[in-house]
Nanobody, 117 residues
Framework: QVQLVESGGGLVQAGGSLRLSCAAS????????MGWYRQAPGKQRELVGS???????NYADSVKGRFTISRDNARNTMYLQMNSLKPEDTAVYYC???????????WGQGTQVSVSS
C-alpha cells in the first residue's frame, strides 16, 4: 500500500505562484511514477503531469512552460511548482502514484487551488 498526502494549496491572484507537495509513505520502493491530476467543478479529472522514478517528466499542453514537477527521492516527496497561474487553473489538485504493474491506483485527498482574476 502507498499513502499520499498533499499540501500547499490556497488562493492566489492571476499571475502568481504556488508550490504543491505530495509526501509518500508505505511501499514507496514499488512506486514507478507519480503524477498530479486536477479536477475543476463540472469537469473531468485531468492529468497535469507526471514524473517517473528516473526523473522523466511530461506535462499537459495547458501547463507546459508554467508548471514544473520535481521529485526528492530522499524525502519521498513530489512537488508541483505552478507559475503564471490563470483562473482556469482553479481546481482540486490530486497527487497520484502508480506501481511498476498497474495504473494510477493510489491517490491523495486533494488540495484546493483557487486563482482569482
Amino acid at each position: 500500500q502507498v499513502q499520499l498526502v498533499e499540501s500547499g494549496g490556497g488562493l492566489v491572484q492571476a499571475g502568481g505562484s504556488l508550490r504543491l507537495s505530495c509526501a509518500a509513505s508505505g511501499s514507496i520502493i514499488r512506486i514507478d511514477a507519480m503524477g498530479w491530476y486536477r479536477q475543476a467543478p463540472g469537469k473531468q479529472r485531468e492529468l497535469v503531469g507526471s514524473i517517473t522514478r528516473g526523473g522523466r517528466t511530461n506535462y499537459a499542453d495547458s501547463v507546459k512552460g508554467r508548471f514544473t514537477i520535481s521529485r526528492d527521492n530522499a524525502r519521498n516527496t513530489m512537488y508541483l511548482q505552478m507559475n503564471s497561474l490563470k483562473p482556469e487553473d482553479t481546481a482540486v489538485y490530486y497527487c497520484a502514484a502508480k506501481l511498476v504493474v498497474g495504473g494510477w491506483n493510489y491517490w491523495g485527498q486533494g488540495t484546493q487551488v483557487s486563482v482569482s482574476s
